[in-house]
């Protein structure tokens, strides 16, 4: 089984050389290691290629683009570029456990139905001094289809069979509206290949700070206006139809996307003052984020203000 490891790096001088000794170090050595740089100001890509010239790596291969194509496009660029059987994602600023490679080969042999792991993950701030030799085993069991369209998974978290990521790229689903981020489009369209799975051992260390995407986007649900609420309603909506729409997609799926679209449209009404719906959202709960995500639509109604 060939396994290829993807990186998209933009102004990570600081952090990279510890990723990616992270990802050389592993007990199972990835076959292939693509790294596409999108035109970082900073020395990234200098300390990339001194990492790789001081330890001899042999089994990278580093693309920089001619343009800055912005973080989707920088990985769907260094996606037409592997050819491993199984394609792990990483993030340019966290740490892996240097049993991550081994483990999830150990799951796609043993499960050769499934299209996507998602496997667990720590964050951390500041200086990382983890043991990353070991791991504790969790569990792992398969998402449902609502799951995977509220809450999917990271992309430093992900593993994907690669014919999803052919399936992808050659039908170029990321063109298909509402989809800007490579988790989201891979983890939706994986479901069209088959199960999604979730397995909780801690294999990644995700690094918060001022610059990653994590953090800028882990904004304050509570502090949403309504009107904030409603557009995000609204392009989740959008990637679901898309998903809903995919000649591809198997009916079963089908009918998850189209009740997960009814319940947002309640909740749309909801936002606008139309009080019914509640009843009808608190009786489809597995339908949402979670519970939390339900709570803060009626606190935005309540004390929310555009």
């Not at 198997?250 to 009918?255: D, E, L």
């Not at 509640?278 to 203000?305: K, N």
Request: some cysteine; aromatic content about 12%.
């Amino acid at each position: 089984m060939k396994i290829s490891v993807v990186i998209a790096t933009y102004k990570c001088e600081q952090f990279i050389e510890q990723q990616l000794d992270s990802i050389c170090r592993q007990t199972r050595k990835a076959d292939e290691i693509i790294i596409s740089d999108d035109r970082s100001p900073d020395r990234t890509l200098e300390v990339v290629k001194n990492y790789i010239e001081q330890n001899q790596i042999t089994n990278v291969k580093v693309v920089q683009n001619s343009e800055n194509k912005g973080h989707f496009f920088n990985f769907l660029g260094a996606l037409e570029l592997v050819t491993g059987e199984i394609i792990c994602f990483s993030d340019q600023d966290d740490v892996w456990n240097l049993n991550k490679l081994a483990h999830v080969e150990s799951f796609f042999l043993a499960h050769p139905g499934a299209s996507c792991l998602e496997t667990g993950t720590e964050t951390f701030q500041g200086d990382f001094s983890k043991d990353i030799a070991t791991c504790q085993e969790g569990k792992s069991k398969c998402k449902s289809v609502a799951q995977v369209l509220t809450k999917w998974g990271s992309g430093y978290q992900m593993a994907f069979r690669s014919d999803v990521i052919e399936m992808v790229l050659q039908q170029k689903l990321y063109e298909l509206p509402g989809f800007d981020y490579h988790d989201v489009l891979l983890a939706y369209f994986a479901l069209c290949k088959g199960p999604y799975w979730l397995d909780s051992t801690v294999l990644n260390y995700h690094r918060l700070h001022t610059n990653n995407v994590t953090l800028r986007s882990d904004y304050k649900i509570l502090r949403d206006t309504p009107e904030k609420r409603r557009e995000l309603i609204e392009r989740h909506n959008t990637r679901i139809t898309s998903l809903q729409e995919y000649k591809g997609t198997p009916q079963t799926v089908r009918k998850v996307c189209a009740s997960t679209i009814k319940l947002n449209k309640k909740r749309l009404c909801f936002l606008q003052g139309a009080w019914k719906n509640l009843l009808y959202m608190m009786t489809h709960l597995p339908y949402y984020h979670s519970v939390r995500v339900f709570l803060a639509d009626i606190y935005c109604q309540f004390f929310g203000r555009d």
